[in-house]
C-alpha cells in the first residue's frame, strides 16, 4: 500500500484529543455557574448577588464554584466579556444595515439598548465595575470594548467615503463623543425606565447635533 502524504498512517498519524470526563465536567459546571451568575446579577445586581447566592441558583457548592472562579469579580468579568462580544456583534450588524451615516450609529445604539434592555441590573453592574478604581481601567481596555469604538469609527469614516462628512470630520474626536452619548443614556433605561422610543429619540438628536460641524458643504 503507497503512503499518502498527509493520511493518518504510519508516523503522521493524526493525534485526536478526546476530552477526558473529568474535562467535560468541569466545563459543564463552569457553564452551569456561568448562567446561575447570570440570572442573578440580571436579578439583583452585581451587590444583590453573593457567590452563595450563585452556587445555590447552580445546585452546587461554593467550592464549585471557586474551583472555577477566583471570585465574583472573576466571574462577572467572565460574563462581561461575553456580553460585550455578542453586543459589538449585534451593533455592527444593525450599522451596516442602515442607509446613511446618522441612520447607522443610530441603528447600532438601538441595537445596544435593546441588547440590555430586558436585564437593566446587569447592565448597571457593568457601568459600576467598569469605573471602579481597582477594576476599570482593565475593563475598559477590553478587546470588545475597543470594538465598539471601531463601529462607530468605521461608519463614520464610511460617511467621508460617501460624501455625507467632511474630509475635516475629525473622526477619532467624534467617534469618542459619540460613545460617551451612547453610554450617556443608559441611566435614563436603568433608573427612569425609559423605553427603547424615548432612548432612539434622544439619541437622533445626539447624533444630529454631534455631526452637525462636519457635514459636507
Same mark, same amino acid.
Given at each position: 500500500m503507497k503512503h499518502v502524504p498527509g493520511s493518518l498512517h504510519g508516523d503522521h498519524a493524526a493525534e485526536v484529543r478526546v476530552p477526558t470526563r473529568r474535562a467535560l465536567a468541569k466545563a459543564? =459546571?463552569? =457553564?452551569k455557574v456561568i448562567a446561575a451568575a447570570r440570572r442573578l446579577f440580571s436579578e439583583s445586581g452585581y451587590e444583590g448577588a453573593t457567590i452563595r447566592d450563585i452556587a445555590a441558583e447552580a445546585g452546587m457548592s461554593t467550592g464549585a464554584v471557586f474551583a472555577n472562579f477566583t471570585d465574583k469579580a472573576d466571574l462577572?468579568?467572565?460574563?462581561?466579556? =461575553?456580553?460585550?462580544?455578542?453586543?459589538a456583534d449585534a451593533m455592527r450588524e444593525a450599522a451596516v444595515k442602515g442607509r446613511t451615516v446618522d441612520d447607522a450609529i443610530l441603528r447600532a445604539f438601538g441595537a445596544g439598548y435593546a441588547f440590555y434592555k430586558s436585564q437593566l441590573p446587569l447592565a448597571r453592574a457593568a457601568f459600576s465595575i467598569s469605573w471602579s478604581p481597582d477594576q476599570g481601567g482593565e475593563i475598559r481596555s477590553l478587546?470588545?470594548?475597543q470594538a465598539l469604538y471601531d463601529i462607530i469609527s468605521e461608519q463614520l469614516a464610511l460617511g467621508? *467615503?460617501?460624501?455625507e462628512l467632511s474630509q475635516e470630520a475629525e473622526i477619532k474626536l467624534r467617534t469618542q463623543m459619540l460613545f460617551d452619548a451612547y453610554l450617556a443614556n443608559y441611566p435614563e433605561a436603568i433608573f427612569q425606565g425609559?423605553?427603547? *422610543?424615548?432612548?432612539?429619540?434622544k439619541s437622533r438628536d445626539q447624533i444630529r447635533v454631534i455631526l452637525a460641524?462636519?457635514?459636507?458643504?
Open positions: 459543564q =459546571t463552569r =457553564t462577572f468579568r467572565e460574563i462581561m466579556l =461575553t456580553d460585550m462580544q455578542n453586543l478587546p470588545p470594548v467621508v *467615503e460617501r460624501g425609559w423605553g427603547l *422610543e424615548a432612548l432612539q429619540a460641524g462636519a457635514r459636507r458643504g
